[in-house]
């Protein structure tokens, strides 16, 4: 097994990089390329789902992807302490209908020592936006650029 830098114990600026790595990964939404980052027997909750193991992730977000469509996401670090950290994040998506939504959420992350996320939970609500208020505008076939705010800065 490879390591995945930055590996705990985490320093402000390496959870702040492991955040934004993970965001990068999402906004691919390619399953395989995610799922690379946690255990082979990572444990996830998101919403009201448990599940484990790579082969789960991967199933969970093709079906999550195969229904938020132009998903993006901005995620921010809340807080870190050894191997965990603390995440807020937002991300918007349209459903086939073409009715928009924003996500509100925060995650809890558990690393092993290789920098690998053994556990994730993830508490999410979701807001019907009008499309004039989406805040998310970047391309959807890439990362949220360098210079585009996050969600701090976005006021969010």
């Given at each position: ?68 469509l132009?998903y993006?996401?901005?995620k ?10 603390a ?11 073409d009715n ?10 558990e ?10 939970q ?17 391309p959807v ?5 360098d ?5 701090s800065e976005?006021?969010?």
């Amino acid at each position: 097994m490879s390591a995945r830098p930055p590996l705990p114990p985490f320093t402000r600026e390496a959870a702040a990089q492991k955040v934004r790595m993970a965001e990068n990964a999402w906004n691919t939404r390619d399953p395989e390329r995610v799922a690379a980052a946690y255990t082979e027997d990572s444990r996830w909750r998101n919403r009201a789902e448990f599940f484990q193991g790579r082969k789960a992730i991967v199933e969970f977000l093709t079906r999550k992807w195969n229904s938020e469509l132009d998903y993006r996401l901005v995620k921010e670090l809340w807080a870190f302490d050894g191997n965990r950290i603390a995440v807020r994040f937002q991300y918007e998506y349209r459903d086939e209908a073409d009715n928009w939504f924003r996500a509100y959420g925060n995650e809890n992350w558990e690393f092993d020592d290789n920098g690998l996320m053994s556990w994730r939970q993830a508490s999410i609500n979701d807001f019907r936006i009008d499309r004039a208020d989406r805040k998310f505008t970047w391309p959807v076939d890439g990362p949220r650029p360098d210079d585009f705010p996050g969600l701090s800065e976005l006021g969010l």
